[in-house]
């Protein structure tokens, strides 16, 4: 099963001499990552991740995710950022957007902590009644406000429910050593997993944090990490001929050097929009410092082109498109014929709706290119646990050469900490009041 990446409808947009004038540079950033000597370095623990990876806390992930499969019907995963989104894009993709309506032997699967909504909160716990539940709270610190106020939240809902056994069902990954939520789990019992010291959120997927939900919905971790694996050899090779992972860095740094500073990830699986947000946290927080970066945004096709499809083909030509495009799919619906053809469809009688979707791809990449609009294509030879693994690792790396190319940290966001003080000190937490003081007169 392979990935490919399909340059032909760059032609007009990236000449070959661009991309020879990329190669010292994508072979300097290729140093940084490998020698470990570029910025952020303690945190490229992912890089090896797929082959040095814990083998006894793998296995008891897979030994929790039996449980809970045996034991629940719900799984409460709480977290933000890349402590769920990485998760949820995995389970989506290889199960459905509807999988928690179309589960049968799995637990349900629901997200909290991710927002601070009072109705959404409390939507999840109604779908929990008359169900036996599970939770599996993601936090390095146990500080992060999102995630913080849920559990205890969902604490004080699971203590009320099962009393002194609720220890036996919640599942805590966090630092292996400290933090608040590495205290409160070895208080109360709970079984923990770790996050390590040198990988980010966003880059974690791949470790505890995205393995034991993955898991619990009955997807192969060991396929998973078997694609991962594959994937650190095959886009190791500095040659930007050979190596489609770096060639999309530089394609992405090019573009942007012409000013293309928006690029849209487009799909047409909507089981692909959660990876899509995956991905717009991972390039938004590795790449968007110091003014610089492509703007990562998203689109399902041909969904989004009966809304912002007019702006994409005639609106400002600051916009490029990479199109994650799924050669063979699950299932392969016919279109039938109608002998009074009232809706003059006939003509696409026998044809799939994969065919005509693969068309819809084929038309608006055309479309969009003599539009103006540059378009790269990773061709996906089919959606699996083993490709998943794969498509992950590409986009970990190649958004790791890209920030080396842009030269900024890949593995920092100090601009979030903004919003939390702010948020902070118009809370009333103790240490902030003279922060306090100061946005009262900005309000």
């Known amino acids: 099963m392979a990935i490919t990446l399909n340059t032909k409808y760059l032609r007009k947009f990236v000449s070959d001499s661009e991309f020879s004038a990329m190669q010292p540079f994508v072979e300097t950033a290729h140093r940084l990552v490998t020698e470990r000597t570029g910025l952020g370095n303690d945190f490229l623990g992912w890089l090896t991740l797929p082959n040095d990876y814990d083998k006894e ?11 809970i499969i045996q034991t629940s019907q719900v799984l409460l995963v709480i977290g933000i950022g890349g402590s769920y989104l990485g998760s949820r894009a995995v389970i989506e993709a290889l199960k459905s957007p509807f999988y928690d309506s179309l589960t049968k032997n799995t637990p349900e699967i629901y997200f909290l902590g991710n927002n601070i909504s009072s109705n959404y909160f409390n939507n999840i716990i109604s779908l929990c009644e008359g169900k036996d539940v599970c939770v599996n709270v993601i936090s390095k610190s146990g500080t992060t406000t999102e995630p913080a106020i849920a559990f205890r939240l969902v604490k004080k809902y699971m203590e009320s429910r099962y009393g002194k056994e609720a220890n036996k069902r919640i599942y805590a990954t966090t630092d ?10 070895d208080l109360e019992g709970y079984e923990t997993f770790v996050i390590p010291d040198n990988i980010g959120g966003r880059y974690s997927v791949l470790t505890a944090v995205g393995l034991l939900p993955i898991a619990c919905a009955g997807i192969d971790i060991d396929k998973l990490m078997k694609g991962a694996a594959d994937a650190v050899e095959k886009y190791f090779d500095p040659n930007l001929q050979k190596n489609d992972c770096y060639k999309y860095a530089a ?4 573009l942007l050097r012409k000013n293309y500073t928006t690029e849209i990830t487009v799909a047409y699986e909507p089981s692909m929009q ?7 946290q991972l390039f938004g927080e590795s790449e968007g410092k110091n003014n610089k970066g492509l703007f990562p945004s998203s689109m399902i096709f041909s969904t989004d082109l009966h809304s912002l499809g007019q702006y994409v083909q005639q609106g400002m030509r600051n916009l490029c498109e990479t199109v994650l495009w799924i050669k063979d799919v699950q299932y392969n619906t016919t279109i039938g014929e109608d002998s009074r053809n009232l809706d003059e469809l006939n003509f696409l009688a026998g044809r799939t709706l994969q065919e005509v979707n693969e068309k819809a791809f084929l038309g608006t990449t055309l479309a969009h290119t003599a539009g103006g609009v540059p378009n790269t294509v990773i061709e996906i030879d089919e959606m699996n646990a083993y490709t998943m693994g794969q498509l992950i690792y590409f ?7 890209s920030a080396y190319l842009l030269g900024v940290n890949p593995f920092d966001q100090p601009g979030v900490q903004l919003y939390k003080s702010n948020m902070f000190a118009l809370l009333g937490k103790p240490g902030y009041e003279d922060k306090k003081e100061e946005l009262g007169k900005m309000l």
């Open 176 to 185: 292996k050593a400290k933090g608040t939520l590495k205290t409160m789990a």
């Open 251 to 254: 394609i992405r740094n090019i």
């Open 57 to 67: 806390e793998f296995a008891r992930i897979k030994k929790a995710a039996e449980t």
């Open 395 to 401: 986009y970990e790396k190649a958004c790791a050469i």
């Open 274 to 280: 959660c990876f899509q947000e995956w991905i717009k």
